[in-house]
Structures are given as structure tokens and as C-alpha cells.
């Protein structure tokens, strides 16, 4: 099983990045992807997730309207585009995967990046102010 990132890097505040997720050895298309980020001296944070069955997508507060999470299922490939980058986000981003089940809870999971079954080694980001 593979997570890799990519497409951190240094950015001003204001700017745009698109990170990249690929993914392999697990069954793509049942699975829900995630983004976290640890800043440094804090706890990883959810950012977005979604359903590569259906789409479903799911952002936290500080993201929403900035952020968007898609899939090319095509590629096993999740994207995310941040756009309008503060310094606050800094951090580095890692990709995980958690398998889909009925009822499933985008947003509970969000906030258990423990309960995650695959992770990334993560791609780091930066905002200049």
C-alpha cells in the first residue's frame, strides 16, 4: 500500500498550491481520502476528505470556501486546491485512507486521523506572510 504527496512548497500569502495524493495497493474505488496537516508544536488537523465512491466531499471550517477536494479515480489520484493561502496554514499535509461502510461519517472522521488505515509520509507546505 501506497500514499504518496506532492505538490508542497513555498507560497505567499494570497497564492495557490494543488496538492496530489496517488494511490496503490488497496481498492481505490471503496475508500474515503483524507487531508490532515500538523503545523509544528500542534496536533494533526482534518482538512477535507472524500468518498472516491460517490464524491462526497467534507471541509473543516478554516478551509471551507478556500479548499477543494476532487478524484480522479481514473489515476487512484485525490487532488486538493488551496487557494487564498494564509500563514496559518503552514504545515505539512498527509494523505490517508479509511475504508468506506453504510453510514459512514465524513465529518466524525475527520477529527480521528488515528482511525485512519494507510497514511502518507506528507508534503510540506509554507505561506509567507
Known amino acids: 500500500v501506497q500514499l504518496v504527496e506532492s505538490g508542497g512548497g513555498l507560497v505567499q500569502a494570497g497564492g495557490s498550491l494543488k496538492l496530489s495524493c496517488a494511490a496503490s495497493?488497496?481498492?481505490?474505488?471503496?475508500?474515503?481520502i483524507y487531508w490532515f496537516r500538523q503545523a509544528p508544536g500542534k496536533h494533526r488537523e482534518g482538512v477535507s476528505c472524500?468518498?472516491?465512491?460517490?464524491?462526497?466531499?467534507y471541509y473543516a471550517d478554516s478551509v471551507k470556501d478556500r479548499f477543494t477536494i476532487s478524484t480522479d479515480n481514473a489515476k487512484n489520484t485525490v487532488y486538493l486546491q488551496m487557494n487564498s493561502l494564509k500563514p496559518e496554514d503552514t504545515a505539512v499535509y498527509y494523505c490517508a485512507a479509511d475504508k468506506l461502510y453504510s453510514n459512514y461519517n465524513f465529518k466524525l472522521y475527520l477529527t480521528r486521523s488515528y482511525a485512519m488505515d494507510y497514511w502518507g509520509e506528507g508534503t510540506t507546505v509554507t505561506v509567507a506572510s
Open positions: 472524500i468518498s472516491s465512491s460517490d464524491g462526497v466531499t
Open positions: 495497493g488497496f481498492t481505490f474505488d471503496d475508500s474515503a
